[in-house]
């Protein structure tokens, strides 16, 4: 699975953005999806991840700020992200696998992207 990140960059507190994966065709009854980001001297985490049945996860600092979202026709993941914080600054990754439940741990990925960069500012 080729993934390829964009739609980072910088914001202010409490600003939005809104980042796009584009991945190769797949089997969308094998596959999940996922948005994980790392921070410097942190580890990677995970954020939100969409399952081969639909359903979906969210790392608890995120829930009711971040959305993850896919155009299945556009074989496009999308996380939407608003009200920005500081802490949300990080690089960016998408994931996928081919066992298809939704986790959030990195360890249960074996496709990766390059990541794209999101830096939110006071």
């Known amino acids: 699975v080729q993934l390829v990140e964009s739609g980072g960059g910088s914001v202010q507190v409490g600003g939005s953005l809104r980042l796009s994966c584009a991945h190769s065709?797949?089997?969308?009854?094998?596959?999940?999806l996922a948005w994980f980001r790392q921070a410097p001297g942190k580890e990677r985490e995970g954020v939100a991840a969409w399952s081969s049945d639909g359903a979906r996860s969210y790392e608890d600092s995120v829930k009711g700020r971040f959305t993850i979202s896919r155009d299945s026709a556009e074989n496009t993941l999308f996380l939407q992200m608003n009200s920005l914080k500081p802490e949300d600054t990080a690089m960016y990754y998408c994931?996928?696998?081919?066992?298809?439940?939704?986790?959030?741990?990195?360890?249960?990925?074996?496709?990766w992207g390059q990541g794209t960069q999101v830096t939110v500012s006071s």
């Open positions: 065709a797949i089997n969308e009854r094998r596959y999940s």
């Open positions: 994931a996928a696998n081919s066992w298809g439940g939704a986790s959030l741990h990195a360890v249960h990925y074996n496709a």
